[in-house]
């Protein structure tokens, strides 16, 4: 395993963070599709982590200072989400706290890059 690859799954695991999360809480409710405080952060998160990992791959382009720490924000914001908004499943809540501050803090080391 290359040091490349073992970047790009360390990297991924915001994601798979909020992809599992979104999972597990659709799937304990429903209904969670109509309380947009539950789904508006995950959607976000997933936007924030994929635009992260298509900068990853591109390094001539990477964004500036500036918009390296409004997404590192954005990434605190949605971990603060995930622990104020009342979810069905504790471990979906951890799993977006947990991946709010991986992307923040993936965001915010990527300024030192730019």
Do not use: Q
Request: charged share 15%; with cysteine; net charge positive.
């Amino acid at each position: 395993m290359s040091a490349m690859n073992a970047a790009l799954g360390l990297m991924s695991i915001p994601f798979f963070c909020f992809a599992s999360a979104t999972v597990i809480e659709i799937r304990r409710d429903r209904s969670s599709f109509k309380h947009l405080a539950r789904i508006l952060p995950l959607a976000i998160a997933a936007v924030a982590s994929i635009l992260f990992l298509s900068f990853v791959f591109d390094f001539a382009d990477f964004p500036s200072n500036r918009f390296c720490t409004a997404m590192s924000l954005t990434g605190l914001l949605v971990a603060a989400c995930g622990f104020l908004c009342r979810y069905k499943s504790r471990f979906a809540a951890g799993l977006i706290v947990v991946g709010g501050l991986l992307l923040a803090y993936f965001w915010l080391i990527s300024r030192w890059r730019a």
